[in-house]
């Protein structure tokens, strides 16, 4: 992203401090400083994410501003500040209402604890902060976080249940308790749970979230873990290529290529001529011998690899109709021409056929189509003499 730091007057100004952090990825922070011309640059490896930007100058007003990155390309935009003291800082709100000061405090040091990765200090002190006031949402939802970080799944979801009944739209709490149930195995209520996540039209964003975090764990050599939030983010966004791409690029080379299969099969739904897709979903299938299934992806794989995928079923028809399958290998000689009905050979092959069945009129016709295609076959004057005996 580019961006240009004006004033009021829409004069450049240079010497700008800009901080950039993430609320969505806790380890980004970049500072910038404008130049001359008041411009600055940043990049960013995380799709979808929001950025908070925030401009520090002498003389100036602080001010902060939200975008997301994204996808891929260059962005352009342009940053107002005016002059001015700045705004005074002093009457900050705490995190948390409440009229119990004990409360905030225990809050206060729960949240603390929980940055600096505490889980069991920060799960202390929000049971504290509960017993002094028992309706502060946000300590449920933090002791919800806290328990599923601990992998108790069961306390993370009904810490999630008991923010929901102090607020019953609160989007963290209906992700939270999507993913406590889903992570107990809970499939009924896991359903229940996404289905009024996803009314709360939040699903197609925590979808990308979940998908940075599984980027975020490849890059760290948590293939699993980096898997595991792939499924996640494809299962609250069906739609979401990056999710599916990732599942079944990482489902292949972990040999689970059943899995792989799959999310190749949704990608090609969705653009039936990704090459990618196409061919992993052909290679998955070889893998697991499914003949049915490898023959279909086989076909579809003649739309970006037309050469191979039409040699590939030509040998294997002809291998089968050598050994004596004529029944077998007849739907594969004409599937061959559904997709290229310029071979030759497979003419001659139906050709044989139709005369083993009797069909002395289906015979002549293929192969007549046979000599006329590849008058210089070795085997075109015995199908002349053939047709001439029809």
Same mark, same amino acid.
Do not use: W
């Given at each position: 992203?580019?961006?240009? =730091?004006?004033?009021?007057?829409?004069?450049? =100004?240079?010497?700008?401090?800009?901080?950039?952090?993430?609320?969505? &990825?806790?380890?980004?922070?970049?500072?910038?400083?404008?130049?001359?011309?008041?411009?600055?640059?940043?990049?960013?490896? *995380?799709?979808?994410?929001?950025?908070?930007?925030?401009?520090?100058? *002498?003389?100036?007003?602080?001010?902060? =501003?939200?975008?997301?990155?994204?996808?891929?390309?260059?962005?352009?935009?342009?940053?107002?500040?005016?002059?001015?003291?700045? #705004? *005074?800082?002093? @009457?900050?709100?705490?995190?948390?209402?409440? /009229?119990?000061?004990?409360?905030?405090?225990?809050?206060?040091?729960?949240?603390?604890?929980?940055? !600096?990765?505490?889980?069991?200090?920060?799960?202390?002190?929000?049971?504290?902060?509960?017993? $002094?006031? $028992?309706?502060?949402?946000?300590?449920?939802?933090?002791?919800?976080?806290?328990?599923?970080? #601990?992998?108790?799944?069961? !306390?993370?979801?009904?810490?999630?249940?008991?923010?929901?009944?102090?607020?019953?739209?609160?989007?963290?709490?209906?992700?939270?308790?999507?993913?406590?149930?889903?992570?107990?195995?809970?499939?009924?209520?896991?359903?229940?749970?996404?289905?009024?996540?996803?009314?709360?039209?939040?699903?197609?964003?925590?979808?990308?979230?979940?998908?940075?975090?599984?980027?975020?764990?490849?890059?760290?050599? @948590?293939?699993?873990?980096?898997?595991?939030?792939?499924? #996640?983010?494809?299962?609250?966004?069906?739609?979401?290529?990056?999710?599916?791409?990732?599942?079944?690029?990482?489902?292949?080379?972990?040999?689970?290529?059943?899995?792989?299969?799959?999310?190749?099969? #949704?990608?090609?739904?969705?653009?039936?001529?990704?090459?990618? $897709?196409?061919?992993?979903?052909?290679?998955?299938?070889?893998?697991?011998?499914?003949?049915?299934?490898?023959?279909? /992806?086989?076909?579809? &794989?003649?739309?970006?690899?037309?050469?191979?995928?039409?040699?590939?079923?030509?040998?294997?028809?002809?291998?089968?109709?050598? $050994?004596? @399958?004529?029944?077998?290998?007849?739907?594969?000689?004409?599937?061959?021409?559904?997709?290229?009905?310029?071979?030759?050979? =497979?003419?001659?092959?139906?050709?044989?056929?139709?005369?083993?069945?009797?069909?002395?009129?289906?015979?002549?016709?293929?192969?007549?189509?046979?000599?006329?295609?590849?008058?210089?076959?070795?085997?075109?004057?015995?199908?002349?003499?053939?047709?001439?005996?029809?």
């Amino acid at each position: 992203m580019i961006g240009t =730091v004006v004033d009021g007057d829409g004069n450049p =100004v240079a010497g700008v401090t800009v901080i950039i952090t993430s609320p969505d &990825l806790g380890s980004f922070y970049e500072t910038k400083t404008t130049k001359k011309n008041g411009t600055f640059a940043v990049g960013f490896s *995380d799709a979808y994410l929001a950025y908070l930007y925030k401009f520090e100058k *002498d003389g100036y007003q602080e001010r902060s =501003v939200e975008f997301k990155a994204a996808r891929s390309g260059i962005t352009r935009n342009e940053f107002t500040i005016y002059a001015g003291a700045p #705004q *005074d800082a002093g @009457d900050a709100v705490t995190a948390v209402d409440s /009229a119990s000061n004990e409360a905030i405090l225990a809050f206060n040091e729960a949240l603390a604890a929980f940055n !600096e990765d505490d889980l069991d200090t920060a799960a202390m002190k929000l049971q504290e902060t509960l017993v $002094a006031d $028992a309706e502060i949402h946000q300590a449920h939802l933090l002791l919800s976080e806290v328990y599923a970080k #601990q992998g108790k799944y069961q !306390e993370a979801a009904t810490s999630a249940e008991a923010a929901l009944v102090l607020v019953p739209q609160s989007n963290d709490g209906l992700r939270l308790r999507y993913q406590a149930y889903r992570s107990l195995g809970n499939k009924d209520k896991a359903e229940e749970a996404f289905e009024a996540f996803k009314a709360a039209g939040e699903a197609a964003e925590e979808a990308k979230r979940v998908y940075n975090e599984g980027i975020a764990f490849d890059k760290a050599g @948590d293939g699993e873990a980096a898997f595991e939030k792939f499924l #996640q983010a494809a299962e609250m966004d069906p739609n979401m290529k990056l999710a599916q791409t990732a599942i079944m690029a990482m489902a292949f080379k972990t040999e689970r290529y059943a899995e792989a299969a799959k999310a190749a099969e #949704q990608l090609i739904i969705n653009n039936p001529a990704d090459p990618q $897709a196409l061919r992993v979903r052909y290679d998955s299938y070889v893998k697991l011998e499914d003949k049915e299934n490898r023959l279909d /992806a086989l076909l579809g &794989l003649a739309k970006v690899d037309p050469e191979f995928a039409v040699g590939t079923l030509l040998n294997e028809a002809a291998a089968i109709f050598n $050994a004596g @399958d004529y029944k077998t290998s007849k739907p594969m000689f004409e599937r061959i021409l559904s997709v290229d009905d310029s071979q030759p050979k =497979v003419y001659y092959f139906l050709g044989l056929i139709a005369v083993n069945e009797g069909d002395n009129a289906a015979a002549k016709q293929h192969l007549s189509k046979f000599v006329e295609l590849d008058p210089e076959d070795p085997d075109a004057g015995s199908a002349k003499e053939m047709i001439g005996y029809l």
